[in-house]
C-alpha cells in the first residue's frame, strides 16, 4: 500500500511538473503571437519620436531658407569621409540642411558585387520603404540591386547580388550604413513627410567635388568609370555643403 501511494504520489509530482511546462510554454508562444501582432506602423513610430525629430530639424531649415517639409531630399553618404549629408527643396533650389556621422559602414572603397562582400553599394538609389521594425531600431532599405547593379552584373556572369541594404540606427554595419538611433529618426521622419518616392540617395566612395579619382590602391571594375562619372556630375549639382 505504501508503494503504491508513492507511485501515485510521482504520478501525480510528474503531471504537475508537464502542466507547468506545457503553462510556460503557452505563455511563450502567446507573447511571441502578442508581439507579431503588436508590431508598430510607420505612423506608430511618427508618434513615438516625429515631432522631436521634426523639432531638430527646424533650424537648420531655417538657417538653409528652406522650407519644411520640402518637395525632394538627396541623401548623400561619402564612404571614404565616413559623412552623411543631406539636402532639401525643389526643382528649382537645393539646399544643403546638415550633415551627420555615419558610425559603422563595413567594407571598403569600390561597389557592392556580390551577397555576403559587406560592401555599401555605390551608386544612385531611391528609397523602397520606410521599416518601423528594424532590429537597428528603424531602417530606410535602398533599391540595391538597381537596374544599373543588375546589367553589370550580368555582362560579369554575377547572380547573387545580395540586398536588404538600410539605412538605420545603431553603430554597428554588415553592408549597410547605420548612422545611430537620433539620426535616424530624424532620416526616417524626414523621408516619411517628404514621401519616399521623393527621396534619392548617393552612394560615392568618395567627394568627386574634392578629388577626381580613387586612392591609387583601389582598384575597382572598369565599368565603374560610367558609374563614377554620373555620380561626379549629380553631386556637382548640388550647392556646397
Not at 54 to 80: E, N
Request: with cysteine; aromatic share 8%; proline share 6%.
Amino acid at each position: 500500500m505504501k508503494a503504491r501511494k508513492m507511485i501515485l504520489f510521482g504520478a501525480l509530482a510528474a503531471a504537475l511538473v508537464l502542466a507547468w511546462n506545457f503553462r510556460g510554454r503557452m505563455a511563450t508562444s502567446f507573447n511571441l503571437v502578442q508581439q507579431r501582432v503588436q508590431k508598430r506602423t510607420v505612423e506608430d513610430r511618427l508618434q513615438e519620436f516625429g515631432g522631436a525629430a521634426r523639432q531638430r530639424w527646424s533650424p537648420h531649415f531655417q538657417t538653409a531658407g528652406a522650407t519644411y517639409p520640402p518637395k525632394r531630399v538627396i541623401f548623400v553618404a561619402l564612404k571614404d569621409q565616413r559623412v552623411f549629408e543631406v539636402y532639401a527643396g525643389d526643382d528649382a533650389r537645393m539646399s544643403f540642411i546638415r550633415r551627420y556621422p555615419i558610425l559603422a559602414a563595413s567594407g571598403v572603397l569600390g561597389p557592392k558585387l556580390r551577397e555576403g562582400d559587406r560592401q555599401v553599394p555605390e551608386g544612385i538609389y531611391d528609397i523602397e520603404l520606410l521599416n518601423p521594425n528594424s532590429a537597428y531600431h528603424v531602417s530606410l532599405r535602398l533599391n540595391y540591386p538597381n537596374g544599373f547593379d543588375r546589367a553589370q552584373a550580368a555582362k560579369d556572369g554575377r547572380t547573387q547580388l545580395g540586398g536588404d541594404i538600410m539605412i538605420h540606427g545603431k553603430s554597428a554595419s554588415i553592408g549597410c550604413i547605420a548612422v545611430g538611433d537620433e539620426a535616424a529618426e530624424d532620416l526616417f521622419t524626414l523621408a516619411a513627410d517628404v514621401g519616399i518616392k521623393n527621396v534619392k540617395v548617393i552612394c560615392s566612395p568618395v567627394d568627386f567635388r574634392q578629388r577626381k579619382d580613387l586612392p591609387r590602391d583601389v582598384q575597382p571594375p572598369p565599368w565603374t568609370k560610367e558609374l563614377y562619372q554620373e555620380i561626379a556630375a549629380q553631386l556637382a549639382a548640388l550647392p556646397k555643403p
